[in-house]
């Protein structure tokens, strides 16, 4: 008997020890995935701010002409929706989660973004409907 427990841990322990290589590459490839789907989701929501910026500073230029007399007035600014917001929120939180839980990266962050931007957008929309039920029930 102590014999066979002496043979079954020498076995685990070598077995261990051979597989450490591959789960170290593994692990290493992971975080390398990992890495580069949040690298790519920065630059994208990078690019989308500089936008936002651009489109602000294109608003903040162009002005109206007031009633009484020629002085610029800046434009008022229209806020986002809550559909909006949430289906950029929840398709930014869907491409992480997807390319976090799926192993094909690229792919998981693909459909996490459609899951997570309609759900977001749905989510959405109903914050909305109740605001619109509030203003009209406030007046």
Do not use: F, Y
């Not at 590459?25 to 890495?35: I, P, Q, R, Y």
């Not at 002005?63 to 007035?73: I, S």
């Not at 806020?79 to 930014?92: L, R």
Request: glycine share 8%; aromatic share 0%.
């Amino acid at each position: 008997m102590k014999n066979l427990i002496i043979i079954l841990v020498t076995t685990m322990t070598l077995a261990a020890c051979q597989n450490k290589a591959e789960t170290a590459k593994a692990v290493e490839a992971a975080k390398k995935a990992t890495l580069d789907s949040i690298n790519a989701i920065n630059t994208a929501r990078q690019r989308t701010i500089d936008s936002m910026k651009r489109i602000k500073e294109k608003e903040e230029v162009a002005v109206a002409p007031a009633a009484d007399n020629n002085t610029p007035v800046p434009k008022k600014k229209k806020k986002w929706s809550h559909t909006a917001k949430g289906a950029v929120v929840g398709a930014a939180g869907g491409a992480i989660t997807g390319a976090i839980v799926n192993k094909d990266r690229a792919k998981g962050a693909v459909i996490g973004t459609l899951i997570g931007a309609g759900a977001g957008a749905a989510t959405g929309a109903i914050v909305d409907q109740k605001e619109k039920k509030k203003k009209k029930t406030a007046q």
